[in-house]
């Protein structure tokens, strides 16, 4: 083999290598990523043995379901705002 060939060969297994690394660093990161209630902090998921379906553990579940939904109601209405924002005209600089 030519020594080009053997610099091509040599700089794919090293793509190769840092692309199965990459794959393997992400897909651990997306396992083990907590689930997020929409303010910015972790919601931990425990489940013990028996499921609670008193009626004031539906009452705190709804109640959560009601903040995640403010949270991502307020989000949307950011974006809203920052997707109907006016191009400011260049002569007022």
Do not use: C, E, R
């Amino acid at each position: 083999m030519s020594q080009n060939m053997k610099m091509i060969v040599w700089i794919v297994v090293a793509i190769a290598v840092v692309g199965v690394g990459w794959w393997l660093y992400t897909m651990n990161m997306n396992a083990s990523a907590p689930a997020s209630n929409g303010n910015g902090t972790s919601t931990p998921v425990t489940q013990s043995g028996a499921a609670d379906n008193s009626d004031q553990a539906i009452g705190q579940s709804m109640a959560n379901v009601d903040t995640q939904i403010n949270g991502f109601t307020s989000d949307s209405a950011a974006v809203d705002q920052g997707l109907n924002d006016q191009p400011v005209p260049q002569q007022q600089f």
